[in-house]
Nanobody, 122 residues
Framework: QVQLVESGGGLVQAGGSLRLSCAASGRIFSIGVMGWYRQAPGKQRELVATITGGGSTNYADSVKGRFTIFRDNGDAKKTVDLQMNSLKPEDTAVYYC??????????????WGQGTQVTVSS
């Protein structure tokens, strides 16, 4: 069974840093775009950052220069991390990992993690 498991959320003061990690496990043949999204209370889920297999990145304007996305597609681990610096109270949200995975079928599918809470206090 394929799954994405996030870790690293928590409570931090404004200006602080957190690093989120997401590990993909299961019978995975290939991984396409991986990314992080977030959803604040009362708001829609929004893109934070994505990264392709070739390492091309895309960031939301609100996090550019503060957040950095990394990925490791090695055989031992299939992870995507999000380094978050200079955190602001408006970064408070549940952060979700997303990955486009091929499990041996003709097409790939998007998978989501269960989410991890990030709370930034002022």
């Amino acid at each position: 069974q394929v799954q994405l498991v996030e870790s690293g959320g928590g409570l931090v003061q404004a200006g602080g840093s957190l690093r989120l990690s997401c590990a993909a496990s299961g019978r995975i043949f290939s991984i396409g775009v991986m990314g992080w999204y977030r959803q604040a209370p009362g708001k829609q889920r929004e893109l934070v950052a994505t990264i392709t297999g070739g390492g091309s990145t895309n960031y939301a304007d609100s996090v550019k220069g503060r957040f950095t996305i990394f990925r490791d597609n090695g055989d031992a681990k299939k992870t995507v991390d999000l380094q978050m610096n200079s955190l602001k109270p408006e970064d408070t949200a549940v952060y979700y990992c997303n990955a486009n995975l091929n499990t041996g079928t003709i097409i790939s599918y998007n998978y989501w993690g269960q989410g991890t809470q990030v709370t930034v206090s002022s």
